[in-house]
């Protein structure tokens, strides 16, 4: 394990937790997806009501961190390109699947 001073550190592109998060809200809202298109007969009213909420819950947040995202990238140089890309599809994603699920 190779130990850096902060002041040797470089931020030239995304960073792990900001990947971690794209990935995280892509698969929640797929999963989601998934079970609600499959079991979309067989479900009743309360299980129909959980699916909705938690799409809800993955959309907010992963629009919240699309916006965080999307801050950094017009905050700082380094992987701006890169930053407002992934911030820009995580926003799109999770106000689409709120606004989506809500109407």
Known sequence: MRVMSPTLRTNTGLQRQE???AVAETLGLFLIFIVSFTGRDAFGDGVKTLLIVLSVIVGSAG???GGVIVA???AGQAGRIARLALGGL???MGVYSVVHVLS
């Open 19 to 21: 990947v971690r998060a």
């Open 63 to 65: 629009a919240a961190a």
């Open 72 to 74: 950094r990238g017009l």
């Open 90 to 92: 995580m926003l799109f």
